[in-house]
């Protein structure tokens, strides 16, 4: 079976995390990504978080379908080796700080006369042009900027950053689906072109129509919890033996029967249950009434009484609820990959599945430069060169 993106060369120059993100997703669906990582400083991402034995985990997730090579693209003949590697590719990912790889002679400009047909994916904090564009950027910063820190948390608490890379997750995706549009201009032009995205603008993107909110009402969205100011009850509720489960009601008639179950029916007699906004401003009250019989049972027997109303409902999971769920089991949202260091390890597979040509996790993230003799030496480069640069500190 041939995968969508057999026969695309994508070069991931960068790191942490938004661009290598979007390489492993083309990876993911057989693109042939060349991870580039400096001789003496690899990518951060493989000393991020738990290891197991001395081996990164975080980076045999964002590492995989990768083969990987070191080169110091800031030595003139490292820059002269990315530019051979560069001719006959698809895709460059990229996200060192806006003005480095012009300082290296490595700019859209002198990478397209080498080879017109690529498109340059730049990936910052900030974008490529604007008072902030060489600042340091993390996704950290973005979710503070984006509006998404403010309008998260307690109303009574302080604007509540994510545990995760939330931002540079949703930049990865944004990356990649511009990488696939600029691929598919370049079917009808035959021109390469760059992609310049700043990681402040995608998480922007999702969280709603907050800028048209505030253009047409001066409204500005509140911090709120878990509540909603569009429906109610909507909250996290404990159950009997100390779990939780999270309920929705943004449909009226889902509304109806959580109070139908919950033995609070005529609730939907008063008039401002008839509208979201309207139980939204009782949340207090049908919080309580949700609570109070949730509280009294298991969170087996909840979710059970929910599914048989056919009210939404979901519980809320650990990695260990997942990972023991049936539900994705039979997505197959997880999947063990084999690894050279670690044997076997479990990981989230591709997030979507198409029914001609799924993508696949061939394998997780490989030691640094495991491939570059054989990636370099495919450009001509024979032993005694390899060595003598590598000697140097170019390789």
């Given amino acids: 079976m041939t995968a969508p993106l057999d026969g695309v060369k994508v070069v991931d120059l960068a790191t942490l995390f938004a661009g290598p993100l979007a390489a492993a997703f083309l990876g993911d669906f057989g693109a042939d990504v060349i991870k ?60 060192f700080r806006p003005g480095t790889l012009e300082r290296w002679g490595l700019g859209p400009a002198e990478l397209h006369a080498v080879n017109p047909r690529l498109v340059i994916t730049r990936i910052s904090g900030f974008g490529q042009v604007g008072p902030y564009a060489r600042r340091p950027g993390f996704g950290t910063l973005a979710e503070a900027m984006s509006g998404f820190a403010a309008a998260t948390g307690e109303p009574d608490g302080p604007p509540t950053l994510p545990p995760f890379g939330l931002a540079d997750s949703v930049s990865a995706l944004a990356a990649a689906y511009a990488v696939m549009l600029a691929l598919r201009a370049r079917d009808v032009t ?6 310049d995205l700043a990681i402040i603008e995608p998480i922007m993107a999702m969280l709603g129509p907050q800028v048209t909110w505030y253009d047409q009402l001066g409204y500005i969205q509140p911090r709120l919890g878990n509540r909603s100011n569009n429906n109610a009850p909507r909250n996290t509720y404990r159950c ?23 033995g609070r029916g005529e609730l939907i007699d008063e008039p401002w249950f008839a509208t ?54 039979a997505l197959g949202t997880v999947r063990t990959v084999p690894d050279e260091e670690l044997g076997e390890v479990r990981m989230q597979n591709v997030p979507f599945r198409l029914t001609e040509t799924p993508g696949e996790i061939r394998h997780a993230g490989r030691r640094h430069g495991q491939d570059t003799d054989t990636v370099f030496g495919a450009l001509g480069l024979s032993a005694e060169e390899l060595a003598a640069l590598r000697e140097r500190g170019v390789l």
Avoid: C, M
């Fill in 36 to 95: 580039v990582e400096h001789p003496a400083k690899p990518d951060p991402s493989r000393g991020h978080g738990p290891a197991r034995d001395g081996v990164g985990l975080w980076w045999k997730v964002l590492g995989r379908n990768k083969r990987t090579v070191t080169l110091n693209l800031s030595d003139p003949d490292g820059a002269a080796l990315l530019r051979r590697l560069l001719a006959d590719a698809d895709v460059l990912v990229e996200n």
């Fill in 190 to 195: 035959g021109a390469g072109q760059v992609v």
């Fill in 240 to 262: 009997a033996d100390g779990r939780w489960v999270a309920v929705s009601t943004s449909a009226q008639s889902i509304a109806e029967r959580v109070l139908r179950l919950v």
């Fill in 276 to 329: 979201g906004s309207g139980r939204a401003a009782h949340a207090d009250e049908l919080d309580a009434a949700v609570s109070a019989w949730v509280s009294q049972r298991d969170r087996d027997e909840v979710v059970a009484a929910f599914e048989e109303a056919q009210a939404a409902v979901a519980p809320v999971y650990d990695v260990r609820d997942i990972l023991a769920d049936p539900q994705y089991a």
